[in-house]
């Protein structure tokens, strides 16, 4: 065997790696999803916190109900996570939030996110997660949350913002994304072979 061919069969197992854990960058149509939502989702957020905590301190003080009974916006400063978790630990929130982003960046720009349904989820996984964080990291560590719903007589949610929905309409894309992934790669198996 000539050294051509005996480095030929070396490199083929590390040819063969490397194939199996190419990394594919998101195309145009990807770039052209992922990037609009974050940026649009973090301007949207932004804007109707600044806009409803103005024209609530303007015209009513705290509160005004918007829809009687079931929808209300009144201001509310969270200085936690969902449902106050970590209340205080802003360091710690900052933190999870930043690294939370970057991974949500790597998973778009080189994970499997090729779905594009999974690049919508995304894009509204980090407008979501860089809305909340910019409040912490602008607003004395205190997230603006505006929106009270009455989910049943007397009984509220707690109140959120539009990042916060952005965040819960991103998990439930991912939900249905990761059952429609599912069944469509056991449909195109077929029947196993013995």
């Known amino acids: 065997m000539d050294d051509n061919q005996d480095r030929t069969v070396q490199a083929a197992p590390v040819a063969r790696?490397?194939?199996r854990y190419k990394v594919e960058l998101p195309d145009f149509i990807g770039?052209?999803?992922f990037w609009p939502i974050l940026l649009l989702g973090l301007l949207a957020d932004l804007w109707t916190k600044r806009a409803v905590f103005a024209w609530l301190e303007h015209k009513f003080g705290q509160s005004a109900e918007i829809?009687?009974?079931i929808l209300t916006f009144r201001m509310a400063l969270n200085t936690g996570a969902a449902f106050g978790i970590a209340s205080g630990h802003l360091p710690f929130l900052v933190g999870v939030?930043?690294?939370a982003l970057l991974v949500i960046l790597g998973v778009f720009l080189l994970g499997a996110g090729r779905q594009r349904m999974m690049q919508v989820s995304l894009g509204l996984f980090a407008a979501g997660v860089s809305g909340n964080l910019w409040d912490r990291l602008f607003n004395g560590g205190?997230?603006?949350d505006f929106i009270d719903v009455v989910y049943w007589p007397g009984r509220h949610w707690h109140t959120f913002n539009v990042a916060d929905a952005m965040l819960c309409l991103a998990v439930g894309l991912l939900v249905v994304t990761t059952?429609?992934?599912t069944d469509s790669s056991s449909q195109t198996r077929g029947p196993q072979q013995k």
């Open 67 to 69: 829809v009687d009974g």
């Open 179 to 181: 059952f429609l992934s």
């Open 97 to 99: 939030s930043s690294v």
């Open 17 to 19: 790696l490397m194939d």
């Open 142 to 144: 205190q997230v603006r």
């Open 31 to 33: 770039h052209s999803i």
